[in-house]
């Protein structure tokens, strides 16, 4: 699994692959690894699919009582704190690596991570799952403050196509789903596209690269 | 993990008019990190005869120097190639000789008789040799190409026709085995002409 997160003003980038392995079996190879939890707050999830799903589930319900109570929009930070407690306190039963990201009208765009632990983290940028360790020279080096949104998802595609490339447990397609104030849009790049993605506005990254060297 | 899925591998070898297919996937990996893309597996003994090694990525290529340099020796003693039931045999002794400590690869076996009828076998690690009609197949992938082969086969294919199947069998299982993949590699073996083929698949 790869999955990742960056947040821009005014929303955030969420983005996965699409396959689930049993050992070196691909038992799903157009999984959906970007959940809903509420109208402007999803989540990706790493490790194991049964936990992943029923922490999603259970916070999805738990989210959607506050938010009803509450008669206003949840602040990403309180699912991200829900996601937190399910995680800790079940820290020994659970293999559950989960990434939140979402906009609220309070804060904007938030990415917060929550890795096996139960810690958390609000980041400007997240990555998780086995795929994410071949790609964070490849992000350190990309990221750059103030992105705009298709400076993001360009972002998060190029590192997902490169994850995908040298991790055997990620694969299919890349999943985006872009969350702002004005709604939710969900992509998927498929097939000979994932290789493009490594490739797309390659000049625009290189001047940028270029510009910080020169920076110092 | 086990040791014969540590590099993955994908492997088969089909029977047609003729002519046989031998192909294999193009991946290296450490276990699910992949390494290299251009990994050889489908060795040359002589020009009717093509031998596949699925399995540990250093066997595979150790297995293959010691049956090159033995028919190199076949060569200059007896002044022609070697037959291929003859060099099958010769595969399954120098396995079984490893019985207690083997040599962690599964071979395949592919070539043209005298006659031109194609020959296709495979053996397990320790040299059991398992001759077959229509095709074989080997490597982490086994299980999928085995279905797909079965599916998709039909016997007596022409070259171009037998190309197309092998091809799309070995891809359509790869796309379901984490550690196999990056591509493909075909070689069409006829009486008189030998086709190889890159095939491009997913590289994920």
């Not at chain 1, 392995?21 to 790493?46: E, L, Q």
């Not at chain 1, 096996?116 to 799952?129: D, V, Y």
């Not at chain 1, 997902?160 to 990620?170: C, E, F, L, P």
């Not at chain 2, 595969?91 to 194609?118: H, Q, W």
Request: proline fraction near 2%.
């Amino acid at each position: 699994t790869t999955i990742m997160a960056v947040q821009f003003d005014g929303g955030v980038v969420l983005g996965a692959d699409s396959r689930t392995s049993t050992g070196s079996y691909v038992a799903n190879r157009v999984s959906d690894k970007i959940v809903p939890i509420h109208d402007f707050i999803w989540t990706c999830r790493s490790g194991s699919a049964a936990d992943t799903q029923a922490v999603a589930d259970y916070v999805k319900y738990y989210v959607d009582a506050h938010s009803m109570e509450l008669g206003r929009l949840p602040r990403v930070r309180t699912v991200a704190n829900l996601m937190r407690k399910i995680c800790y306190n079940n820290k020994d039963n659970l293999m559950a690596g989960l990434i939140v990201g979402g906009w609220d009208p309070y804060e904007g765009g938030q990415v917060y991570e929550i890795p096996l632990g139960g810690t958390i983290m609000r980041q400007k940028f997240a990555l998780g799952g086995s795929g994410s360790s071949y790609i964070y020279g490849l992000v350190d080096s990309y990221y750059r403050e103030g992105m705009t949104r298709e400076e993001c998802e360009i972002f998060v595609k190029k590192s997902i196509s490169h994850a995908m490339a040298r991790d055997g447990s990620s694969g299919g397609v890349i999943r985006i789903t872009t969350i702002q104030s004005t709604g939710v849009q969900r992509q998927c790049i498929l097939g000979s596209d994932v290789c493009m993605a490594m490739r797309w506005n390659h000049d625009y990254f290189y001047h940028g690269l270029n510009q910080r060297l020169k920076d110092g | 993990m086990s040791i014969t899925s540590y590099n993955g591998s994908a492997l088969i070898a089909m029977v047609g008019k003729n002519c046989f297919a031998i192909a294999s996937d193009r991946r290296l990996g450490v276990q699910f990190q992949t390494i290299a893309t251009d990994f050889q597996r489908i060795f040359e003994i002589h020009e009717t005869l093509y031998v596949g090694l699925s399995g540990l990525a250093t066997d595979v290529q150790t297995m293959y120097q010691r049956l090159k340099f033995r028919h190199k020796l076949y060569n200059l003693r007896e002044e022609r190639n070697m037959r291929p039931e003859t060099f099958a045999s010769l595969v399954s002794a120098m396995l079984y000789e490893k019985r207690f400590g083997p040599y962690f690869c599964e071979p395949i076996i592919a070539g043209l008789n005298e006659d031109g009828t194609p020959f296709i076998c495979t053996t397990d690690l320790i040299g059991a040799k398992q001759l077959s009609k229509d095709f074989v197949v080997s490597g982490t992938a086994s299980e999928s190409l085995y279905g797909a082969c079965e599916s998709m086969y039909k016997p007596d294919l022409e070259p171009e026709e037998l190309f197309e199947t092998i091809s799309q069998a070995l891809l359509s299982s790869v796309d379901r085995d984490c550690i196999s993949g990056w591509g493909g590699i075909v070689h069409v073996v006829s009486a008189d002409q030998v086709i190889t083929r890159t095939l491009k698949g997913r590289m994920d």
